[in-house]
């Protein structure tokens, strides 16, 4: 069981903790601006752990973040607790990839019922994490808080997941409904945490929200979106600045983390972790 006490402290919510819509989009909202997507842990080819007590440890107590796997079991422990019905579910993701490339099951979302109606909610998608849940019958434009997104059916069999970027429909992930368990999560986690071709591997990513813009890192490169003036980007050029970012824009307490400096000094010029 997660703390749900510590959880709502560590998120900033203080409203009421019932299966209703509006409680659903508060702490969505909330979400992924107090608790960073970020990838440390596969990156220091350290073990990433998906039950209650080590989310409780990691991501609550310890301040720390996470990618997909963590992100959403973590929060399907939390919905379920207050008392929403939870599915679990998986999807290919698009973003980034070319076209005609078919991806694997490693990225994972859910799909929450409140006052009668079927919401796809996601607080595992690095830069462009909803940050509000989708009607999942709905097929026209959606407003979040962080921009417009939409479900385009496609095939008959999967429907996809677009964001409207630079003005742009972009895909992020493809999913569909097929029986999705928690071991299915535990072989995705695995794969994505330890293959060595794992983005989550072979490099650096953070992601957080804050209520007018989005903070995204890859490698040495800080991107700051805002939601009003566009977007800055900056090339990180020491470790202590990749450090002060992970601290002060993640909000990451990085205390346990031993080897990292390292790490991060390898980033900074530009090099491989490895």
Request: net charge negative; hydrophobic share 35%; proline share 6%.
């Amino acid at each position: 069981m997660i703390d749900l006490d510590a959880y709502c402290e560590r998120i900033g919510y203080d409203g009421p903790r019932d299966a209703s819509l509006e409680t659903l989009r508060q702490i969505h909202y909330l979400h992924p601006q107090a608790i960073a997507f970020e990838n440390l842990d596969p990156l220091l080819k350290r073990p990433v752990k998906l039950d209650p007590a080590s989310l409780q440890a990691k991501l609550i107590d310890g301040g720390r973040g996470g990618y997909c796997f963590e992100h959403n079991t973590l929060f399907a422990n939390v919905l379920r607790q207050i008392g929403f019905k939870v599915q679990e579910g998986t999807a290919r993701v698009r973003w980034s990839v070319p076209q005609g490339i078919r991806t694997p099951r490693v990225h994972c979302l859910l799909f929450v019922e409140a006052e009668g109606e079927d919401h796809l909610v996601d607080v595992g998608f690095g830069g462009n994490v909803l940050t509000a849940p989708l009607k999942l019958n709905a097929r026209e434009t959606q407003e979040t808080p962080h921009g417009e997104f939409r479900l385009v059916d496609e095939d008959g069999r999967v429907a996809v997941q677009e964001a409207k970027i630079n003005d742009v429909w972009t895909p992020l992930y493809a999913y569909d409904f097929a029986d999705t368990h928690p071991a299915d999560y535990e072989m995705g986690n695995w794969l994505t945490s330890t293959h060595p071709s794992s983005i989550f591997v072979n490099g650096l990513l953070g992601a957080r929200a804050e209520p007018d813009r989005r903070y995204a890192l890859r490698d040495n490169q800080l991107s700051v979106h805002s939601m009003k003036n566009g977007t800055e980007k900056k090339t990180l050029g020491s470790a202590p600045e990749l450090r002060d970012a992970l601290t002060d824009l993640f909000k990451l307490r990085l205390d346990q983390l031993e080897g990292l400096d390292p790490v991060l000094a390898k980033l900074a010029a530009g090099a491989s972790p490895k």
